[in-house]
């Protein structure tokens, strides 16, 4: 497996050239139009390489890429096509990803829970200066950070949101949407949950006789294998 091969603490030389870049490393580099794998370093192209020998630039094996035998090592497949082919072809897809709707509102989701978070870092300060990471907060502050994020206005409306949305949230932010929904100040908000008792009547009454059977058939099972 080349990936086990990187050396990414290596420097190439004309007759030695390690393989540097791991999966990720490459495709950044090449969306950033700086990727050389020719030396496999991320700052510039393969015209502009200060190492005049040429190697594959799948194994840096001496010989050419398009006979290389050995998997790809960007996809981990075995393949007809050149490496940088298979680099583009990915580079593509998260391009396609990046600007298509459902990853937009992602990216606004993920921006609200890092707003959210950022002001409950800040509420938590308050209470300790010295507690800054609001995944780790001490047990005796658990109460007093709860309390403080619902009846943040900021927090509350944020959490909403991202209620309403369907968003999945990390376990201490979905603590504090629990324990807001629960509080006198989350009853009155878009989407809170009625407190128990609070509970309306909707007006539907449940039916009072029972269904019809379903007819009598020659053969019982019948019905049965048409619904399976």
């Not at 609001?134 to 949101?161: H, S, Y």
Request: aromatic residues 6%; contains cysteine; proline residues 8%.
């Amino acid at each position: 497996d080349l990936e086990n091969d990187v050396r990414d603490d290596q420097e190439p030389d004309e007759k030695f050239r390690p393989l540097r870049l791991r999966r990720i490393s490459m495709r950044d580099a090449f969306v950033k139009g700086s990727l050389c794998l020719n030396c496999d370093a991320p700052g510039h192209k393969p015209i502009d390489c200060p190492f005049k020998r040429k190697v594959c630039w799948n194994c840096h094996g001496d010989h050419a890429g398009a006979i290389c035998d050995r998997k790809c090592r960007f996809c981990h497949k075995y393949h007809d096509f050149l490496i940088i082919d298979c680099i583009k072809k990915s580079s593509q897809r998260a391009s396609i990803w990046k600007n298509s709707r459902p990853a937009k509102e992602q990216a606004q989701l993920d921006g609200q829970i890092a707003t959210c978070r950022g002001t409950i870092k800040e509420l938590l300060v308050e209470l300790d200066p010295s507690a800054t990471d609001i995944t780790d907060v001490p047990g005796e502050l658990k109460p007093a950070l709860t309390e403080k994020a619902c009846a943040d206005q900021r927090v509350r409306q944020i959490l909403f949101n991202l209620k309403m949305a369907g968003s999945l949230l990390d376990d201490d932010l979905f603590e504090i949407l629990q324990a807001l929904l629960r509080s006198p100040a989350g009853g009155g908000a878009p989407g809170a949950l009625p407190a128990e008792g609070q509970l309306k009547d909707s007006g539907v009454q449940p039916p009072k006789n029972a269904a019809p059977p379903l007819p009598d058939s020659k053969f019982p099972w019948a019905e049965k294998i048409f619904l399976d």
